[in-house]
């Protein structure tokens, strides 16, 4: 036993180290300006295109129409939403909630309130909301009652041209309504009635109210049998005139021209 244990030994040691485990690489760090650096996303404004369509931009460092801490925090505004069958109205703490009410396509409207902290002060998304929607570029006081009315329009109208529906509302209104919220159910709507590419009722200038091109009715109102639709030129003389028949395949419509519709419903631009 004595002569072995001198041989042993090494090869105990030998046994060891082959089962030790072998050292782990140490994780790499990202290199300046990759995804993971906080400095890659700059901040930006979201616009409306020419067009009118919001642009894949972001507004304030967010993508329009996402929910941002401070701007759709639950219990900054409060929605009062309405039901166009017999249902109670229901009490909701932001746009996020209004469109994920299981009866949103039910609701008729919605009422919005400011429950923040007084005095009411605007975040920079709001605060171009708020730009957005005066002609003049800023609006009076601190603008909270445009901003409600902004709110107002993304959250729910049942009815465009209805009382305080998307027909009543001012074309700066509109603008900011579809550049806050572009994501939101009726953000498309609300886009191409900014854009003069949906319109009812009524007398309009093409080119500075309704777009030029080819329209067609796209929601007859109750009483469409009695539709009847008129296009003049600049000097007054009838270019064309219809009915309900003709108004269902296409109008067309000339800058500098003005188009009358009556009893007709809803028009919108033909793609």
Request: net charge negative; glycine share 12%; charged share 15%.
């Amino acid at each position: 036993m004595r002569r072995l244990f001198p041989t042993a030994l090494p090869v105990l040691m030998l046994l060891v180290a082959c089962t030790a485990p072998s050292p782990q690489p140490t994780p790499a760090t990202p290199p300046q300006g990759s995804e993971a650096s906080p400095s890659s996303s700059p901040s930006a404004t979201a616009t409306l295109d020419p067009g009118g369509q919001a642009s894949s931009g972001t507004l304030n460092g967010v993508t329009g129409g996402d929910e941002t801490p401070g701007e759709d925090d639950p219990g900054r505004f409060a929605f009062l939403c309405s039901s166009l069958d017999a249902s109670p109205e229901v009490q909701l703490s932001s746009l996020a909630e209004v469109w994920a009410a299981s009866n949103y396509t039910r609701m008729a409207s919605c009422q919005v309130t400011y429950a923040g902290s007084e005095p009411f002060e605007p975040t920079p998304r709001e605060s171009e909301a708020i730009s957005s929607a005066s002609t003049q570029g800023e609006s009076s006081g601190n603008g909270l009652d445009t901003l409600l009315d902004v709110l107002r329009l993304c959250a729910r109208i049942s009815e465009e041209v209805g009382p305080g529906g998307f027909d009543g509302a001012s074309r700066g209104t509109l603008l900011a309504s579809a550049a806050y919220c572009p994501k939101g159910p009726q953000g498309k709507i609300i886009a191409a009635w900014a854009r003069g590419e949906r319109f009812g009722d009524g007398t309009h200038a093409v080119g500075d109210g309704v777009v030029a091109g080819a329209v067609q009715l796209v929601k007859p109102s109750g009483n469409a049998d009695e539709c009847a639709w008129t296009v003049t030129g600049p000097d007054g003389s009838v270019v064309a005139r219809g009915g309900l028949a003709e108004a269902g395949k296409q109008v067309v419509l000339e800058e500098g021209q003005n188009f009358t519709s009556d009893k007709c419903g809803i028009w919108g631009k033909m793609y």
